[in-house]
């Protein structure tokens, strides 16, 4: 378990930003959450560039969660930049979205996402989807932190 390693949540919706918070404290996840409402604020954190540069605020993240429909650049777009960048090869990336096409699912993974989970659509089930994602990702997920400045390992 690492509750020191940063969460990326990229969202554009601020319900569903509300709802995100609120199923991550009712999941007990306890790490520090940073987020971004459109894809070129993605790329532009885990880039470190602009207002992301001094990476002890802004550091890399261990789990991004990326909604696939965003202003400026989808989360196909910002999936495929990222799976280009040596420095985030590892990055653990969770598509969450409200889609569940086959063609949106084929394409996230086709970009290398780690998972594919379609939004439900209450409050509860969210913070249940939450609590296995923390189960899963954040607890019993071995990974090695040696790729990501600002993590210790467990």
Known sequence: MNYEATI???????????????AFKTAGILNPIQIVRDGEKAIEYLSGGGTFTP??????????LLDLKLPFKSGHEVLGWIRNQDH???LIVIMLSTSGEAHDVDQAYELG???YLVKPSSPPQLAEMMV???????????????????TSAV
């Open 113 to 115: 996402a780690n998972a």
């Open 88 to 90: 985030l090869s590892a």
């Open 8 to 22: 990326l949540l990229v969202e554009d919706n601020k319900d569903d930003i509300f709802f995100m918070e609120r």
């Open 132 to 150: 296995a994602v923390k189960t899963f990702w954040l607890d019993q997920n071995v990974r090695s932190f040696s790729s990501y400045p600002g």
């Open 55 to 64: 990476r002890d605020k802004f550091p890399i993240p261990y789990l991004l």
